[in-house]
């Protein structure tokens, strides 16, 4: 490495690092007397846009956050510009050593680096965690900050480890379904409702993965009928000066928003069928839930069901309760099949992150009422349990008569 670089010198220097498989990531900080810029820091890493590498310039002012994805060839002229700023520090991490590279106020460039005992193994690099988690911990930064997941220096705060990870498992479980709705095809942005949208961890986190990550248009719209939340949400959504990130106080099934994609986390007993029966009536392709208190059914369910088979297991008040919550979340699962989606339900994330971490994921594949078998399990499973789930009043007047026929 030379000693004190020109810029010509240190621009190949820089490219050398960033252009190879080791490079993790690079951050640009600290002016020198006498520039200025509108950039507090300038975060550098490798990331992976459909199966093809890029270089991500994270540029970051005191308010916001402008991404730039380049391929490998193109990152002459980020690099030459990041030089003419005329940062006072950079500092570079690879899987095999660090290297720090300071601007003396007299303008002389000092360069150090610190070899590795050990390198780092290969799925702690940057280009390889994007593979594994949708929002790496040491990438989107400023993301992270703002929500209060991660302090100023990219390390999440231990109080916060069981919601990053919440955040990434439901991530995952969108990613895992996206394909199979083609939303990425369409001529326009994807219009994501999140209903019951709380602290807006998932609003946010779904639009930069939208279209930071993807590299798919997305606009979303979180709902919630906390004022104090929605106003959090709101501030946060300026912090990051993100376009189609938008907030309102409204309760869940009150709006006319069409939706390609709704969400729903942790919405609270029957807003969760709310929310459901929004989905179905937009036509959105993709539903994703995860249920939260199940009050509807606890008192409905009779210890007389099945000739009292069921009575030793209905006495109980903390069984009677997870019954209430399995059958719920059945019915659920059944209207939506009834209504043409193929529907799984599955476990999202594990225990000790959440005890409610069941999830209803739904896909559109074809038109309600095509499938006669789902319509019958429901008529069976209801008269079993003698109740009449809320579901049913959610999705409205035609859906209570196609379940009435022959019902009785």
């Not at 030089?83 to 000092?110: M, N, P, Q, Y």
């Not at 309102?248 to 099934?253: H, K, Q, S, V």
Request: glycine share 6%; hydrophobic share 40%; with cysteine.
């Amino acid at each position: 490495m030379p000693t004190n670089p020109t810029r010509d010198e240190l621009l190949e220097v820089l490219k050398s690092h960033i252009l190879s498989p080791d490079f993790s990531r690079a951050t640009f900080a600290g002016t020198r007397r006498g520039q200025a810029t509108a950039w507090v820091r300038v975060v550098v890493r490798p990331v992976e846009l459909r199966s093809l590498r890029y270089v991500q310039f994270a540029y970051q002012s005191a308010k916001k956050v402008v991404t730039r994805n380049c391929r490998p060839e193109e990152v002459d002229e980020p690099l030459e510009e990041l030089l003419r700023i005329g940062f006072a520090a950079i500092h570079i991490s690879t899987r095999v050593e660090e290297i720090d590279i300071r601007t003396s106020r007299k303008g002389r460039v000092h360069i150090g680096r610190h070899r590795l005992a050990e390198p780092r193994a290969a799925n702690e690099a940057s280009h390889n965690r994007v593979k594994n988690l949708p929002l790496p911990e040491g990438q989107a930064d400023h993301l992270l900050e703002v929500m209060g997941i991660a302090t100023a220096d990219g390390r999440i705060r231990p109080t916060m480890r069981a919601k990053f990870t919440q955040i990434n498992e439901f991530l995952k479980q969108l990613g895992h379904v996206l394909p199979e709705t083609h939303l990425d095809r369409l001529d326009r942005p994807v219009e994501i409702l999140d209903c019951g949208c709380g602290a807006s961890y998932l609003t946010l986190a779904a639009h930069y993965y939208l279209n930071e990550k993807l590299g798919i248009p997305a606009r979303v719209l979180g709902v919630d009928i906390n004022e104090e939340v929605i106003r959090k949400s709101i501030e946060r959504a300026e912090q990051l000066a993100a376009d189609g990130l938008n907030f309102a106080c409204r309760r869940i099934g009150t709006t006319d928003t069409p939706a390609d994609i709704v969400f729903a986390l942790h919405a609270c007993d029957t807003a969760t069928d709310d929310a459901i029966a929004h989905a179905v009536r937009s036509g959105a392709k993709l539903l994703l839930c995860v249920p939260c208190c199940h009050h509807h059914l606890h008192q409905a369910l009779s210890r007389d069901v099945g000739e009292g088979v069921l009575r030793p297991l209905l006495r109980h008040g903390i069984l009677l309760q997870r019954t209430a919550d399995v059958v719920t979340d059945a019915f659920r699962a059944l209207a939506l099949r009834i209504m043409g989606y193929r529907t799984d339900v599955v476990e999202f994330v594990a225990t000790e992150h959440t005890p409610r971490n069941v999830m209803i994921r739904a896909v559109r594949t074809t038109q309600p009422w095509s499938h006669p078998d789902a319509l019958r399990e429901y008529q069976h499973f209801k008269r079993f349990w003698q109740v009449t789930p809320y579901i049913e009043t959610a999705l409205g007047e035609e859906f209570q008569q196609w379940v009435g026929r022959g019902a009785g």
